[in-house]
């Protein structure tokens, strides 16, 4: 068994960590609840906005002869990855890692070169370059800010590289916040846009009054709708990540309060092991006195 000293030194280290863990877990959770509010009023309108342009494109003619909803042969994939800036939030960047790797490594793509990445996140970057990833460029600054005007820049610069045939589809992954305790890693094509034929929740076809035509409507509508699709993606992932921060400091904090419990016990019984051994020592010596 330890001695007392070491024991002492154990159990104040354990606080010490056990109020930083719970001091974390109060700021993440105070950064959630501001963040999930926004991805819970931020969904609907970009459901509407999707369900607008679908029902816009309905005719098979107008996505073929569509920029942005034409398909192409695959030959130049563009992946963005988005991660955080920061550690301590459990398997959250791990996990977007290894799907990101598990799926490309199985890809069929004409030359390893035409597969790139643009990273959205320090921890992403850092771990995409130690495994020797094509990494085209990297976003860490989004975070400081993370507002509309912000992410519509960055928007702006994967629709203009996928309308000037430098890649032919570009697709984000990132952790997609269902709750506090869950994100569900999700992979999503960015460009050229589609549409989920067999979702259930798919809006109604409407006969909408277009004025002043459907050309124009759609050359303002679309790239609109591409600058809230990533603001929408980069948003969630962040609302996940403090809650996945959030879930692991509780997680940290209950574990330091459990270890915490059983250094205390093994401290007493240290103490009172001590203790008897000197209440032994002084009843020998009296008795040797006696003697």
């Given at each position: 068994?330890?001695?007392?000293?070491?024991i002492?030194t154990?159990?104040v280290?354990?606080?010490?960590?056990?109020q930083?863990?719970?001091?974390?877990?109060?700021v993440a959770?105070?950064?959630?609840r501001?963040?999930?509010d926004?991805i819970?009023?931020?969904?609907?309108?970009?459901?509407?906005?999707?369900?607008?342009?679908?029902?816009l494109?309905?005719?098979?003619?107008d996505?073929t002869?569509?920029?942005?909803?034409?398909?192409?042969?695959?030959?130049?994939?563009l992946?963005v990855?988005i991660?955080s800036?920061?550690?301590l939030?459990?398997?959250?960047?791990?996990n977007?890692?290894?799907?990101?790797?598990s799926?490309?490594?199985?890809?069929?793509?004409?030359r390893?070169?035409?597969?790139?990445?643009?990273?959205i996140?320090?921890?992403?970057?850092?771990?995409?370059?130690s495994r020797?990833?094509?990494?085209?460029?990297?976003?860490?600054?989004?975070?400081?800010?993370?507002q509309?005007n912000?992410?519509?820049?960055l928007?702006?610069?994967l629709i203009?590289?996928?309308?000037?045939g430098?890649?032919?589809?570009?697709e984000?992954?990132?952790?997609?916040?269902k709750n506090?305790?869950?994100?569900?890693?999700?992979?999503?094509?960015?460009?050229?846009i589609t549409f989920?034929?067999?979702?259930?929740?798919?809006p109604?076809?409407?006969d909408?009054?277009?004025?002043?035509?459907?050309a124009?409507?759609?050359?303002?509508l679309i790239?609109?709708s591409?600058?809230?699709?990533?603001?929408?993606?980069?948003?969630d992932s962040?609302v996940?990540?403090?809650g996945?921060?959030?879930?692991?400091?509780h997680?940290?904090?209950?574990?330091?309060t459990?270890?915490?419990?059983?250094?205390?016990?093994?401290?007493?019984?240290?103490?009172?092991?001590a203790?008897?051994?000197?209440?032994l020592?002084?009843?020998?010596?009296?008795?040797?006195?006696?003697?």
């Amino acid at each position: 068994m330890a001695g007392l000293k070491e024991i002492r030194t154990r159990i104040v280290s354990v606080k010490s960590t056990m109020q930083i863990t719970s001091a974390m877990k109060m700021v993440a959770a105070a950064k959630l609840r501001k963040a999930q509010d926004k991805i819970i009023q931020l969904r609907p309108y970009a459901a509407k906005l999707e369900g607008i342009l679908e029902c816009l494109t309905n005719d098979p003619e107008d996505r073929t002869d569509n920029i942005y909803t034409r398909e192409r042969e695959l030959k130049n994939l563009l992946v963005v990855v988005i991660t955080s800036n920061r550690g301590l939030c459990g398997a959250f960047n791990s996990n977007v890692i290894k799907e990101v790797i598990s799926e490309d490594t199985n890809r069929t793509i004409p030359r390893e070169e035409d597969l790139h990445y643009l990273t959205i996140g320090k921890k992403g970057t850092e771990l995409l370059r130690s495994r020797k990833f094509p990494i085209i460029d990297s976003n860490y600054e989004i975070y400081d800010d993370l507002q509309f005007n912000t992410v519509a820049p960055l928007a702006d610069r994967l629709i203009h590289h996928f309308i000037n045939g430098e890649y032919d589809k570009i697709e984000f992954v990132y952790n997609h916040f269902k709750n506090a305790a869950v994100q569900i890693v999700t992979r999503e094509q960015f460009l050229p846009i589609t549409f989920d034929e067999d979702d259930e929740n798919r809006p109604m076809q409407t006969d909408f009054i277009l004025e002043p035509d459907r050309a124009l409507i759609l050359e303002k509508l679309i790239p609109r709708s591409l600058r809230i699709q990533l603001y929408k993606a980069i948003l969630d992932s962040y609302v996940a990540e403090q809650g996945a921060r959030m879930t692991a400091m509780h997680m940290a904090t209950d574990n330091a309060t459990e270890l915490l419990r059983e250094l205390t016990l093994h401290y007493n019984k240290a103490r009172q092991s001590a203790i008897t051994k000197e209440i032994l020592d002084i009843v020998g010596g009296a008795e040797a006195l006696h003697e």
